[in-house]
């Protein structure tokens, strides 16, 4: 019993301690003191329109579309672990995302933090508020192109546990025990477009038969800093849609980014049992194999 005691106490602990979201105070004297690597996601003009002093630019963060087959993960390993050495990211110093805010470009320093985990680096986060509260606070910008960092050698040790491949989702489409969370833009999951780059840009339309949907924006407050909710109103949200701290969840979106964002929020919430589609819709619609849904969801109970 003592053991058992104890060792729960030790999960506890673990997952209380797992820090995620970075306040400006806190990113700040991280940077002070050489403690913390900060990744600015966004594109290269805005980058050097202005960014944070001493940050290093990986808009690929955001770009880069995935597929989930032996060769695609490789892939995906590969691109990163060549990025993330580019800009002299390391396995021994916090890394620490950034974009312009949490509800700009789809969630995308969520989808640098949620990379980093899945490439195995144990010691990385979230700027709370993004490079809008910084400049919000009248905090220091650096302007111009950066003279590039030194170079890492950055090794990924994947933790395969946070990824969930297109076979992974197939199984779950008949099974109850697993919930597939699509977290989409509305006009997405009705079918109206393919993703957010244009009606057309996949090839299908539509949603993963059975998945549930919660629109990303919902796991937010989007005050004059957007905000990730508190935790007992994200767990209400999912409560709403029969989704629990202890569900088995998949979530996915278009290509990971608003996934990895809504994985954020659940985790913060203590959600325990996530798995990211990161090739998401972009993949699914791919495949003419694979079923799909459109229009007004069928199921009385799907809205």
């Given at each position: 019993g003592v053991r058992q005691i104890t060792r729960f106490f030790h999960s506890r602990q673990a997952m209380m301690a797992e820090k995620i979201l970075y306040t400006l105070h806190e990113t700040q004297a991280l940077l002070a003191e050489g403690a913390a690597l900060l990744v600015d996601i966004r594109d290269q003009e805005a980058f050097a329109e202005g960014h944070v002093p001493g940050a290093v630019n990986m808009p690929e963060i955001f770009s880069f579309l995935s597929e989930s087959s032996p060769?695609?993960?490789t892939a995906l390993q590969n691109t990163f672990a060549a990025s993330f050495s580019r800009v002299g990211v390391t396995h021994d110093r916090k890394v620490i995302f950034y974009e312009d805010s949490f509800d700009?470009?789809?969630g995308a320093s969520c989808r640098g933090y949620w990379l980093a985990c899945y490439l195995g680096h144990g010691d990385c986060g979230i700027l709370d508020g993004g490079f809008w509260a910084w400049q919000q606070y009248g905090l220091p910008e650096e302007v111009g192109e950066v003279s590039p960092p030194a170079a890492s050698r950055f090794v990924p040790r994947s933790n395969h546990a946070l990824m969930a491949t297109r076979e992974e989702v197939c199984k779950a489409l008949g099974d109850p025990k697993t919930i597939l969370l699509d977290n989409r833009d509305a006009n997405e999951w009705l079918g109206q477009t393919s993703s957010p780059y244009g009606f057309d840009f996949a090839p299908r339309r539509?949603?993963?038969?059975?998945?549930?949907?919660?629109?990303w924006y919902s796991f937010m407050s989007r005050a004059a800093i957007p905000a990730f909710r508190p935790a007992h109103e994200?767990?209400?949200?999912c409560a709403s849609q029969q989704i629990y701290p202890d569900s088995d969840i998949i979530i996915f979106c278009f290509k990971g980014s608003r996934a990895a964002n809504t994985?954020?929020?659940?985790?913060l919430a203590g959600f325990t049992?996530?798995?990211v589609y990161f090739a998401s819709w972009n993949e699914w619609s791919r495949d003419t194999e694979l079923p799909i849904e459109s229009g007004e969801p069928q199921n009385p109970d799907a809205d």
């Open positions: 060769a695609g993960l700009t470009r789809y539509g949603r993963i038969p059975g998945a549930k949907w919660i629109e994200i767990r209400a949200l994985y954020v929020a659940l985790k049992r996530l798995r």
